[in-house]
Nanobody, 128 residues
């Protein structure tokens, strides 16, 4: 089973930047599509961004477009989320997710129930 480990979270001032990383354990890394989801206190988990197998296909939720960039390095079995111009509403636990089907990692609805793997989450806190 694919094991995912997130890193890079922390405390940052509004307007600042962070880069999250998601490392995977298997040699079949390139056969998975990946996504980032987040959950703020008292709110449901929401889709943030997704990247396809080669990295050329991406999808973002509207609130992060132009600020966040998702990417992957198949040689390093690592996926990234560069977050710029952070604001208070970005405060949440960020989860890395993986599935062979891009439709699952990029879904905003019930397909995420079929996600093959989730990371443990990393906290991102944006202060004013």
């Amino acid at each position: 089973q694919l094991q995912l480990v997130e890193s890079g979270g922390g405390l940052v001032q509004a307007g600042g930047s962070l880069r999250l990383s998601c490392s995977a354990s298997r040699r079949t890394f390139s056969s998975y599509a990946f996504g980032w989801f987040r959950q703020a206190p008292g709110k449901e988990r929401e889709f943030v961004a997704a990247v396809g197998w080669s990295g050329s296909t991406t999808k973002y939720t509207d609130s992060v477009k132009g600020r966040f960039t998702i990417s992957r390095d198949n040689a390093k079995s690592t996926m990234y989320l560069q977050m710029n111009s952070l604001n208070l509403e970005d405060t949440a636990v960020y989860f890395c997710a993986a599935d062979h089907d891009f439709r699952v990692v990029s879904d905003t609805g019930s397909l995420v129930r079929h996600m093959e793997a989730w990371g443990q989450g990393t906290q991102v806190t944006v202060s004013s």
